[in-house]
């Protein structure tokens, strides 16, 4: 399975921004997803997940009522929209496919992952 992340970029502070993942394979259309991001010099972070129906999304603190994940399981797309963004918002962000259904916060549990894309927010 691939995966193929668009939409990153160089924002403001205070802008907004919209990833999208696309997977090549239809067999995970109904596996959890999820959102994580790198800052340099940091460990990989959860930042939002979402279930097999898209009914409950789950979020980092840090992104709680800025971030919104949703999916498409006709396409068997992700996306993440992204709105008030602040200069700790800059990091490498990739999309996951997890091993089952439910919502996962671990990266443990997540079995494909995209390549990343680049998200800069300046001051």
């Known amino acids: 399975v691939q995966l193929q992340a668009f939409g990153g970029g160089l924002v403001q502070a205070g802008g907004s921004l919209r990833l999208s993942c696309a997977a090549s394979?239809?067999?995970?259309?109904?596996?959890?997803k999820g959102w994580f991001r790198q800052a340099p010099g940091k460990d990989r972070e959860f930042v939002a997940a979402i279930n097999y129906n898209g009914r409950s999304p789950d979020y980092a603190d840090s992104v709680k009522g800025r971030f919104t994940i949703s999916r498409d399981n006709v396409k068997n797309t992700v996306t993440l929209q992204m709105n008030s963004l602040k200069p700790e918002d800059t990091a490498v962000y990739s999309c996951?496919?997890?091993?089952?259904?439910?919502?996962?916060?671990?990266?443990?549990?997540?079995?494909?992952w995209g390549q990343g894309t680049q998200v800069t927010v300046s001051s």
């Open positions: 394979d239809g067999a995970t259309r109904y596996y959890a």
């Open positions: 996951a496919i997890g091993t089952g259904k439910g919502l996962f916060r671990e990266s443990s549990l997540y079995e494909y």
